[in-house]
């Protein structure tokens, strides 16, 4: 119990407690254990994938089916090596999370291309591969990562814990039996049974007694990406292993259940606070899910009508910023590669066409982020594949958002006619993943970061501990917010924005809040009214601080994070430039004094950051006040050129 208590422990820092849980249970109040027993396809007759040579051939382009046979005939010389527990510890010991990451992760994805290869061709070349694939996959004592049993960095195996990397085994190991299965029976009928054995003890089992135990799994408590994501390799593994029907029906519907604790987590505009590229595990896991459930019924089981499930999805493309960035506050990364064919399908099922035409551009720009088997939501991935012939056409017309706002995160954007992109937001700071970043903004110009949320660096062991808030990237101190005598925000929901309105219209788009709540009461705030504003006709962006403090302050700044070039020489104006592109803020000079300085990028959790914006170094700008009074109004003024 030790090791479940301090996985929970890891996951209260990843996992959004405080917000409001909305009881929708949208998938088991249509739906009872008896209408799925009713409609559940049985398990010898679902074939959601081909099986054969022929009928791959017929679902995918010539150069993908030589593709999945060459990437096979590359993991012939893979190595399958077990797991130490020097390894295992190095977690605990040093914080690292990658070597053992590197083992774990190689070898799934060496199995999976061996069976899809062999899948494809059918001449038995692969079968060694996969037997040893399977048997070392098998014999590990834990099919997670250390840092997801953190404590002791060694697994309990009367216990097993059931986290994200456990769930996606399952799922490789159930394709595995669907594609191979037979094939594995010729060279000893054991390796099936040792399949199915090693999935209901460590997932089905854990799963039907003991599930509630997870905090992913909380009624009460809002759950992030671990819950859909965990619950669409749970359901793969449902359906293509489990051979009694009415234990089938139960999971199937138990999973159900689960789901809908994520989505009984999100707000009615479908927000995702853990940001975009955390979306594509969140959302996009819930439409693994959908798509499971329907492809598995008949249909049957639907509800992509549901107006959460359109508003879930649209988060994605309306956070889109341009290419391959998107707005990025708390751990979300900055630039991401869009999956276009699952957002092709997805628009599909909820009959979105922005969401399809996304859907058809992305995959036009990225096409390796769609067709890549290797990796993570490997369900999708082979969805995915089967669905290239239908982008074949690349005729769309895709127009990024204008405007947007989810007022269940109290985020913002909006972008002007000549190519300022603004996002701001307030929120609170016990977010799922999150930053201490409430009153935050970024500005992209052209599509180009200018001012900019520096973003996650590397996880460690560090990143989800108590520890958490000494890492600068978590700090508010290092994101687009004011420092009030010293003080920076703080974590907790209790930190939080106040009187949070947005305005748009033809004119303008304007969010206010008051974000002294997100700072502790030493800092002596009465009032922070901050109000971000962008005006329409010229892409202009003002940011106000209107506040009362109790006494004078002691020193007061405001920050700047940039990732461009910046020229503070001229008082009264800083000058971001990147190429062509150019902004100019221009601030009081009789108030502020301007300098620079370079976050620090030494140590395992800074490491991305040399390469992360291009390797473009993160930029601070501090604005410091010459003279700060207790009472006072601070105004910004940012425009292109």
């Known amino acids: 119990m030790k090791q479940i208590a301090s996985a929970l422990l890891f996951l209260s820092l990843s996992i959004s407690l405080f ?43 010539d150069s993908t089916f030589n593709k999945l046979i060459k990437t096979g005939e590359t993991a012939l010389k893979y190595k399958f090596e077990p797991i130490s527990a020097t390894t295992s510890l190095d977690f ?3 914080g690292d999370r990658q070597q053992h990451s590197n083992i774990s992760f190689g070898k799934r994805n060496a199995l999976m291309n061996l069976v899809l290869a062999e899948s494809a061709e059918n001449q038995g070349r692969f079968t060694e591969a996969i037997m ?42 159930a394709l595995t039996d669907y594609f191979v299965g037979e094939k594995l029976d010729k060279i000893n009928r054991l390796l099936r049974s040792r399949i ?55 999971m199937l519907h138990h999973s159900m259940r689960g789901l809908d604790r994520y989505l009984n987590s999100l707000g009615d505009d479908g927000g995702c606070d ?38 879930m999805a649209s988060y994605v493309y309306k956070t889109h910023i341009a290419d391959n960035y998107f707005v990025n506050f708390a751990d979300a990364d900055p630039k991401l590669t869009p999956d276009g064919l699952m957002l092709y399908r997805f628009g599909k099922a909820i009959n979105d066409p922005t969401m399809i035409q996304f859907g058809q551009w992305a995959f036009s720009k990225f096409p390796a982020a769609s067709t890549a088997v290797s990796g993570h939501h490997r369900p999708r991935k082979l969805y995915n594949i089967l669905t290239i012939v ?49 009153g935050d903004f970024i500005i992209y110009l052209d599509g180009k970061p200018m001012i900019v949320d520096a973003g996650r660096g590397n996880y460690t062991a560090r990143t989800f501990s108590s520890k958490r808030y000494e890492l600068w990237f978590t700090q508010s101190e290092y994101h687009n917010l004011p420092i009030i005598n010293g003080f920076g925000q703080k974590a907790g929901l209790e930190y939080t924005a106040k009187n949070v309105n947005r305005v748009s219209n033809a004119k303008e788009s304007v969010l206010t809040m008051d974000i002294a709540p997100a700072y502790p009461a030493e800092a002596g705030i009465q009032t922070w009214n901050r109000m971000v504003k962008q005006k329409k006709s010229n892409g202009d962006v003002e940011i106000i601080d209107e506040y009362l403090l109790k006494q004078k302050p002691n020193n007061l700044q405001q920050v700047f994070m940039t990732i461009c070039n910046v020229d503070v020489s001229e008082a009264g104006k800083i000058v971001f430039s990147d190429q062509s592109q150019v902004l100019t803020l221009q601030y009081d000079a009789k108030k502020w004094t301007a300098s620079t ?12 950051f040399k390469t992360k914006w291009d390797s473009k170094p993160v930029r601070r700008v501090l604005l410091t006040h010459k003279a700060p009074e207790a009472k006072g109004k601070l105004e910004y003024n940012i425009k292109r050129g």
């Open 390 to 438: 239908q982008l074949a056409n690349n005729n769309f017309n895709y127009t990024p958002s204008s405007d947007a706002w989810f007022s269940d995160i109290q985020v913002m954007t909006s972008r002007s006619a000549n190519g300022v992109y603004l996002a701001t937001h307030g929120g609170h700071n016990a977010e799922s993943h999150n930053h201490n970043d409430v």
């Open 92 to 94: 605990v010991r040093s």
């Open 274 to 311: 853990e940001g975009p590229s955390y979306w594509f595990a969140a959302g996009a896991s819930v439409y693994d899910c959908l798509e499971l459930y329907t492809g598995a019924t008949n249909n049957k089981v639907n509800i992509y009508s549901e107006p959460l499930i359109q508003k």
């Open 196 to 250: 199915y054995y090693e999935t209901k003890q460590r997932i089905f089992t854990p799963m039907a007694k003991n599930g509630d135990k997870y905090g992913w799994m909380s009624q009460t408590r809002p759950v992030n990406n671990w819950n859909p994501w965990i619950m669409s390799n749970w359901i793969m593994a449902i359906l293509l292993l489990e051979k009694d029907e009415k234990q089938r029906a139960e």
């Open 19 to 61: 917000s409001q849980v909305t009881q929708r249970n949208i998938l088991a109040n249509k739906y009872n254990l008896l209408a799925v027993q009713q409609s559940l396809v049985p398990k010898n007759q679902w074939k959601p994938y081909p099986l054969t040579p022929e009928e791959w051939r017929k679902k995918l382009p």
């Open 597 to 608: 300085d370079l976050p620090s990028t030494e140590g395992m959790e800074y490491s991305s």
């Open 132 to 173: 040893n694939g399977v048997w070392s996959i098998c014999e590990e004592s834990y099919w997670g990562v250390p840092a997801h049993i953190s404590g002791t960095g060694l697994p309990d195996v009367e216990n097993p814990v059931v986290d994200l990397f456990a769930a996606e085994t399952a799922a490789v190991l």
